[in-house]
């Protein structure tokens, strides 16, 4: 038998007894068995004048298609990963932190230079302004009831007369300190030994929204849940600043319908979204009931122009829906 080697293809000369057909066709080196049925061929001859055959269909697949099979399919199958590593790379990418000081450079009163120095400093100091959240166990003169009154009277108070923002929750710091060390009888300067600022969370509240960037409807909304927190006895044993990111926080899940919180807030608040959930749920339910009840001087206080009926915004009850 003899076998000549073509282009793709090795072919034989060795025919059927009788017959045009050759015993066998061996195409790209592999050699069937048997050969149940052929494609149609042409013959052909070489220059040594053997007679050839050559696969019509193959020979017209290798004329429209020169690059050999496994070679595409290396081809494709590197591209593949390189594909992969693309998309693994955009998984990877995070967030950028914002310099939220940057545009307040030329600023003096922004103070560009010393503020993280400060709030590094206020975030020392408000573990001193914190008390004790079961000191009422030990207050005699005082309930949790008379105290939410106390506070819900003072707010419209202070909305009546355009006090500072920062007046009301330093008034409320001084009763709290007050009345966990001493009965009403005795002088508040004596007990508070003269120590009457602390930082509250007011101070954490505009370093905050700053960071989220935020707009009016955020920060008035921001001030009607910690407001409403004020008025909570349980809501003492949180401290300040963590006051301050979690009304944020849920602020923004109430505007946007879902959750938000930036890798700039998470930076400048030090606390994570996971850490900000127990006291978010918290104020989702206050803001649920803050037009029932007794004490609705907040939710009285955000339904008028002056703050853009912020009251009533729809709560973020997915937050507390979405409960493990």
């Known amino acids: 038998m003899k076998i000549l080697k073509t282009t793709g293809l090795i072919q034989c000369t060795d025919l059927l007894p009788g017959s045009l057909l050759p015993k066998f066709l061996v195409v790209n080196g592999i050699a069937p068995r048997e050969t149940k049925k052929l494609k149609p061929s042409v013959p052909s001859s070489n220059e040594f004048g053997d007679c050839i055959f050559i696969d019509v269909e193959e020979h017209k697949a290798s004329v429209d298609h020169p690059v050999p ?6 081809e494709t199958r590197l591209s593949e990963p390189q594909e992969m590593e693309e998309i693994e ?8 932190v914002v310099d939220i000081d940057g545009s307040d450079a030329k600023n003096p009163l922004a103070v560009v230079d010393y503020v993280e120095d400060m709030y590094a400093y206020y975030r020392k100091m408000e573990t001193f302004s914190c008390v004790s959240p079961n000191y009422m166990a030990q ?4 309930n949790e009831k008379m105290r939410a009154i106390l506070i819900d009277w003072l707010i419209e108070v202070h909305d009546k007369f355009d006090l500072m923002g920062e007046t009301l929750f330093l008034t409320v710091n ?9 009965t009403v009888e005795r002088l508040m300067l004596n007990t508070m030994q003269f120590n009457m600022s602390f930082p509250t969370p007011y101070v954490f509240m505009r370093r905050f929204l700053k960071a989220a960037q935020s707009d009016k409807k955020v920060e008035l909304l921001s001030f009607f849940l910690i407001e409403l927190a004020l008025v909570e006895y349980e809501m003492l044993k949180f401290q300040p ?9 849920t602020a923004q899940c109430s505007l946007y319908g879902f959750k938000q919180w930036s890798k700039t807030c998470e930076w400048h608040s030090s606390y994570s979204e ?3 959930l127990e006291c978010s749920r918290l104020m989702v339910g206050f803001h649920q009931k803050a ?17 853009d ?7 973020a009850k997915f937050l507390v829906e979405t409960l493990p």
């Open 89 to 96: 790379m955009e998984d990877i990418v995070e967030e950028p």
């Open 291 to 307: 037009a029932t009840g007794k004490l609705t001087g907040v939710h009285r206080k955000y339904c008028t122009s002056k703050f």
């Open 309 to 315: 009926y912020t009251a009533k915004c729809e709560p």
């Open 69 to 74: 099979m496994f070679l595409e399919e290396t």
């Open 174 to 182: 001084l009763i709290d300190r007050f009345l966990s060390q001493q």
């Open 274 to 276: 996971d850490q900000l």
């Open 139 to 142: 207050q005699s003169d005082i």
């Open 241 to 249: 600043s963590l006051l301050a990111a979690a009304a944020i926080y």
